[in-house]
């Protein structure tokens, strides 16, 4: 079984979201409520709530650093489209995609459109005309949204592969395009309050032994660039296990590399 890691892109700046959406509101308001009520400690809290003046939501940066350190051909996938508090410009997300890129990393579209195909399509290009165009990439969709007929939209708007079906399932193909479901989220395993970092550590391993068992051939993991940080101790502690753990014991691909050893029927464990 090899291993695919990959980052969604979901904020860059809390400056992003203001006049936007509710995002700082309800995240002033949320960790308030965690520090009165023990959830986190008061001083987290309060670095928490200091942060929307004070720094950036990506740390793109580091989660880069640390997967180079580790070997990790990661995918970062970046928004060229607005919504569910997705709320940076394509100017932004152009720098991002650059900034990765120049990093060593693949990129690919984090999807807002799942049901338009003339939507799902513009994305497609405005994602052509601002990365490199030779690179193969793919799409995942925001929040994981997809219909029955979303693979096969995706697949004619061009893309080489999508990864927003939940589940522990092998690759499959739909039309030109494959099919990697996500196997592993960071946001199903680990909560923003507290965390038993230990009890977290044995659910992770018990899917990946889930998957080993059921012989899948790619095991697909998601983790949120905005979680590693000093913010959320816990995630990127548990990050920092989990990219130690895969090295040590896994052999870790990329989705570039698996589309072409799919299509050409080479998908052995």
Not at 92 to 100: C, E, Q, S
């Amino acid at each position: 079984m090899k291993v695919i890691l990959s980052h969604d892109v979901d904020h860059i700046t809390f400056a992003e979201h203001v006049a936007k959406d509710l995002y700082i509101p309800k995240w002033l308001a949320k960790n308030a409520y965690y520090g009165l009520a023990g959830k986190i400690s008061p001083a987290l809290a309060r670095r928490r709530m200091t942060a929307v003046v004070t720094s950036r939501l990506h740390h793109v940066t580091e989660l880069m650093e640390t997967d180079r350190r580790f070997g990790i051909p990661s995918t970062f996938f970046v928004g060229m489209a607005n919504g569910l508090s997705m709320s940076y410009g394509l100017a932004a997300a152009a720098k991002m995609v650059r900034l990765i890129q120049d990093g060593g990393f693949a990129v690919g579209v984090h999807g807002v459109a799942y049901t338009d195909e003339v939507a799902i399509r513009a994305e497609f290009d405005r994602f052509r005309a601002v990365s490199r165009r030779d690179a193969v990439f793919g799409i995942r969709n925001h929040y994981l949204r997809m219909r029955a007929e979303t693979p096969a939209l995706q697949a004619r708007a061009g893309y080489a592969f999508d990864s927003s079906e939940y589940g522990l399932r092998d690759p499959y193909v739909v039309g030109q395009m494959v099919e990697f479901p996500v196997c592993l989220m960071d946001t199903y395993l680990l909560s923003i309050c507290r965390n038993d970092t230990e009890d977290v550590k044995r659910r992770t391993l018990a899917v990946l032994e889930q998957g080993l068992k059921l012989g899948l051939s790619y095991f697909t993991i998601i983790f949120h660039d905005c979680y590693y940080s000093g913010l959320f101790p816990e995630h990127q502690a548990w990050y920092d296990w989990l990219v130690r753990y895969l090295r040590d014991n896994y052999e870790i691909t990329d989705f570039a590399s698996a589309v072409v050893a799919l299509k050409a029927g080479h998908c052995g464990a």
